[in-house]
């Protein structure tokens, strides 16, 4: 319970403010647990600008009670909603149940009539059992023990990739300032090698394509992600194992008969 609640930085309500000191001083959770959880946070609240300055300055300042639940933000919720279900099993291949077999479905429970549109709403369910959605390819479960890993889900429909040209390898030193001191990599304790950002010319210099051909095998059309990671030195400490670089969805059409 108290690994799920860190491993999303931060909950909706107040079971963590309530119980997270008690759980560390019973060794329930970790106090690294919880800076990582900070250290994610702040990260965020960086990227957004929080404290660059004035704060209503800021792209977000202004904000008010009239910039909230509008048609536009309803929809992009919605949206949000249907391509971030998961779906993690299906055995014999029950779903999408067929609308001429099953043409009604009753969701049952306090959440049926709920129009959150940003959480679990009724509507969104319906669309994923029928599969009238193209949101099954996709999702993510995080736990420590990684019981399902991220990016990881299931589809009505499977796919097959064939990668048609990457980079093999990329030279720092090209793009390092001409005034910079050191012409060569610097290397930390452990000997990985680096480079500081500053002494760069530009990090969108760095930026490389990846192509890859996916095509949707199946008898229905679907939705699916494309991800493409890199995977850091064993010898970086606390480092992440795999570190996301990029990811599109792309709507693939089932191939005829």
């Known amino acids: 319970m ?87 099993k299906n055995d014999k291949k029950l779903l999408p149940l067929n609308k001429n077999g099953v043409p009604s479905l009753a969701i049952i429970g306090s959440g049926a009539k709920s129009q959150l549109l940003g959480g679990y709403s009724g509507l969104t369910h319906a669309e994923i059992i029928y599969g009238s959605e193209h949101c099954i390819a996709f999702g993510s479960f995080l736990h420590r023990g990684a019981i399902y890993h991220f990016g990881h889900g299931l589809s009505y429909t499977y796919y097959t990739y064939k990668l048609l040209s990457a980079l093999n390898r990329l030279s720092l030193l090209r793009f390092m300032k001409s005034g910079a001191g050191k012409r060569e990599l610097y290397q930390t304790e452990a000997g990985v090698e680096y480079i500081p950002t500053n002494e760069l010319l530009s990090c969108e210099m760095l930026s490389f394509s990846v192509q890859m051909s996916v095509m949707n095998m199946d008898h229905m059309d679907g939705s699916h992600v494309v991800m493409v990671y890199s995977r850091a030195s064993r010898a970086v400490d606390g480092a992440r194992k795999r570190n996301l670089l990029d990811s599109a969805r792309y709507i693939l059409e089932h191939l005829s008969d």
């Open 2 to 88: 108290y690994v799920q609640a860190i491993a999303v930085d931060i909950n909706y309500g107040t079971y963590m403010p309530y119980n997270a000191a008690f759980a560390i001083e019973n060794g329930r959770l970790q106090e690294g647990d919880v800076e990582r959880a900070l250290q994610n946070l702040m990260t965020v609240l960086f990227l957004l600008g929080f404290f660059d300055g004035d704060p209503l300055k800021g792209p977000f300042g202004r904000l008010g009670s009239q910039d909230v639940c509008t048609k536009e933000h309803q929809g992009l919720a919605l949206k949000a909603v249907r391509q971030g279900i998961v779906l993690l």
